[in-house]
């Protein structure tokens, strides 16, 4: 599948406000991308350049090195995935399927052939001949993953494409996508504002704001050392340590702790995960004492409100064990994962 490289692109839809600002991004062959930020960052903006929906401003995309930027929708080889599957309610699944390849004047035997296949890869070949009102909204959406995988794409576009599904069945829908993808290489870009499916899904992400990167990596590396505050918030729960750094330490209320990361610019504030806060023995070294103050209790987890000397956070225990609030504890920062980040919007 084709490696897609996005070259300084701009949007704006007013003349004014830029929906896009110079954006770049190279996608690897065979590579599942997400882009991950709130309503109106430009995500699905950039989707609908890519598809040739939308026209940008400036800026080049090419496939495999070859540029696609003045081709028509239908010579791109990228195919989209919509929120609102935007199937044809009087046609049945079959037809549904093929009329990408039909537009393509693709027929006969190859017509079937391709439709089959489509329809297999995402377990639905038995509903060929089913209308598409009768389906579940799960099974609709698959077919129109069908159909956008049945034309073979360079590129696959998915625009929020669970965002309509209860949770069970985006749960089953993740792990169906990633499975199809994998079988197929097939070169991914994924729009979402929801972290979960980012997180789970993407081989790397991007989190976006105001038509910009803020920061871009593999999931493990953004949700464990995000280069802000704007980041570490998006991607998940946080806890956020007032003070200042002296000598290589960073001084707070809770007390002195080694950091991880540093980012020098502006001011600045120290982040840790609930999960990366745990219970100690009184006496370890590098711990803390605090009160509990809350509790959420989620079974298989918990998670504790508590209080140091006038700052509140969270911590998130696994396995929980039975505590008492306004009880005393010790609690200690697991090490490496206590870092520094820019406090800025």
């Not at 692109?9 to 830029?18: E, L």
Request: proline share 4%.
């Amino acid at each position: 599948m084709a490696k897609v490289v996005i070259s300084n692109i701009s949007k704006s839809y007013d003349g004014k406000t830029r929906v896009l600002k110079d954006f770049n991004l190279e996608i690897a062959s065979g590579e599942m991308f997400f882009l991950l930020g709130p309503s109106g960052c430009g995500k699905s903006t950039l989707l609908r350049i890519l598809a040739g929906l939308v026209e940008q401003d400036s800026g080049s995309i090419s496939f495999d090195d070859v540029d696609i930027t003045d081709l028509l929708p239908e010579k791109r080889r990228a195919a989209m995935v919509f929120q609102n599957y935007a199937l044809w309610p009087h046609l049945d699944v079959f037809e549904n399927v093929a009329f990408g390849l039909r537009n393509a004047n693709v027929k006969g035997a190859e017509l079937k052939e391709k439709v089959m296949e489509a329809l297999e890869l995402v377990r639905l070949a038995d509903l060929a001949k089913r209308k598409v009102p009768s389906l579940s909204g799960g099974q609709q959406q698959r077919i129109a993953l069908a159909r956008a995988l049945a034309v073979e794409p360079s590129l696959l576009l998915l625009d929020e494409p669970l965002s309509n599904l209860d949770a069970r069945l985006r749960d089953a829908m993740r792990n169906e996508i990633s499975r199809i993808c994998a079988k197929r290489n097939q070169t991914a870009l994924y729009v979402t504002h929801d972290r979960q499916e980012a997180l789970s899904m993407a081989d790397r992400l991007a989190v976006l704001k105001d038509g910009s990167i803020r920061q871009m990596g593999t999931p493990e590396e953004l949700y464990d050392f995000p280069a802000d505050r704007f980041c570490a918030e998006f991607l998940g729960d946080v806890n956020i340590i007032p003070g200042r750094e002296e000598n290589g330490v960073f001084v707070s209320p809770l007390g002195n702790f080694k950091y991880t990361c540093k980012y020098p610019e502006g001011k600045l504030c120290g982040l840790i995960r609930p999960e990366r806060i745990r219970f100690a023995a009184d006496g370890d070294e590098g711990a803390f004492k605090a009160r509990l103050t809350g509790r959420t209790f989620l079974g298989e987890s918990c998670d504790w409100k508590a209080e140091a000397n006038g700052v509140e956070f969270c911590i998130r225990e696994s396995a929980p064990r039975s505590r008492k609030l306004n009880e005393e504890v010790s609690l200690k920062f697991d090490e490496g994962y206590f870092q520094l980040v820019p406090e800025r919007d």
